[in-house]
């Protein structure tokens, strides 16, 4: 199967035949380095050794959370459309989800149905305990993925740019500015699964 990526990344010009390796890189779940279950290399060392180079995960989901709701309410400007003043309208969020990003789950009934982080993620329920995440016990896979990928770039939101020495985020986002922290910031483009 791993052989198949690598045909697959040749023929979509994203092998680096100088290196022979992947050139895309991401998150994968903490458990890929899980060795229980099995025998033999982990799932993250399979696909090491095959080319692909992956960053283990970072499994707060109160940070995930946080992240996303970042993302979701900060906006960029439009390319082509303005607002009333002829200037570039701030309507483009900052995390975006296409009906062509699907997954299959089964209903309590068996069936297998077609969905994905447009249906899953707002109706997934908070933690009970703490409701400032979301339920693990829920269909959560399309928002950890987004999790996921969120906190591998964690950004600030408003609160925390107007008090730079605040916020919970404020710390980490310094960290992504040291020297040490470069190559994992450059690593160029990130391959999410289905995103």
């Known amino acids: 199967m791993v052989e198949d990526n690598r ?19 991401g998150v994968l779940d903490s458990s890929c380095w899980g060795d229980a279950g099995h025998v033999g290399p982990t799932i993250a060392e399979t696909l090491a050794q095959n080319g692909c180079f992956f960053s283990k995960c970072t ?15 900060s906006r960029k400007p439009h390319p ?3 607002d009333e003043k002829g200037e570039p309208a701030y309507i483009v969020p900052g995390i975006r989800w296409f009906d062509t990003c699907t997954s ?9 149905i077609k969905v994905g ?19 693990t016990d829920a269909n959560d896979h399309d928002a950890d993925s987004a ?7 964690p950004i600030m939101g408003e ?8 916020g919970q985020y404020a710390v ?19 391959g999410y699964g289905g995103w």
């Open 7 to 25: 045909i697959i990344e040749q023929d979509g010009g994203e092998w680096d035949p100088q290196r022979d390796c992947s050139t895309i890189t």
């Open 59 to 73: 499994k707060d989901r109160k940070g995930m959370a946080d992240q996303m709701r970042i993302r979701m309410k």
């Open 80 to 82: 082509t459309v303005k």
């Open 104 to 112: 299959k789950v089964r209903t309590p009934g068996g069936k297998k």
């Open 117 to 135: 982080p447009i249906v899953t993620i707002p109706v997934l329920p908070s933690d009970p305990e703490d409701h400032e995440k979301w339920d």
């Open 147 to 153: 999790g996921y990928a969120c906190m591998s770039r």
């Open 159 to 166: 609160d925390e740019k107007k008090d730079p020495l605040g």
């Open 172 to 190: 980490e986002a310094k960290l992504w500015n040291d020297d040490e922290l470069a190559p994992r910031r450059n690593r160029g483009r990130l």
